[in-house]
């Protein structure tokens, strides 16, 4: 498992190319092939831009992509069915799982959320962060979302 997150993260950093396996052939998205969307308000807090997205071809599950938080900005509270990792690639940041102090997380770590377990995620108050963000669908869906974080939960 190691081995495999340390390689799809050579693969996925920004400024390398992200590769998605299909059932016929190898297929590469060069960077910068994709647009950049901006988190949607009602799961994000602050600014957030999504950048080299990725989805398996069945029966793969997996997808993911690449998230950029400006200082103070946010994931809302959410699940995910089968978990998910992040790769931090810069900067440095928080998640917090539902009830439990705010962990910080800063370049190279390696975070695993399991499933079903409410939480948020997101940069510190004073440094952006970017990370890689990857999950697996069930019955077509890889996320839950809920209630925005309160400023009076997310720490300063």
Avoid at 10 to 32: D, K, N, R, Y
Avoid at 71 to 96: C, D, F, K, M, Y
Avoid at 136 to 141: A, F, I, L, V
Wanted: charged letters at 15%.
């Amino acid at each position: 498992m190691k081995i495999f997150l340390i390689t799809l993260a050579a693969l996925l950093l920004p400024g390398t190319q992200s590769i998605a396996a299909t059932q016929e052939a190898v297929t590469v998205s060069p960077a910068g092939s994709q647009p950049t969307t901006l988190g949607a308000p009602e799961y994000f807090t602050g600014t957030a831009k999504v950048d080299s997205r990725f989805k398996g071809s069945p029966p793969a599950r997996i997808s993911g992509g690449t998230v950029s938080f400006e200082a103070g900005a946010r994931t809302a509270w959410h699940t995910h069915p089968l978990g998910q990792t992040l790769i931090v690639s810069s900067g440095t940041g928080w998640v917090q799982e539902w009830e439990k102090s705010a962990q910080p997380i800063k370049t190279g770590d390696v975070v695993w959320i399991p499933p079903g377990v409410k939480h948020w995620h997101g940069a510190s108050a004073t440094e952006p962060m970017v990370h890689i963000a990857v999950s697996e669908s069930q019955d077509g869906k890889t996320v839950t979302w809920m209630e925005k974080v309160t400023d009076e939960q997310y720490p300063h």
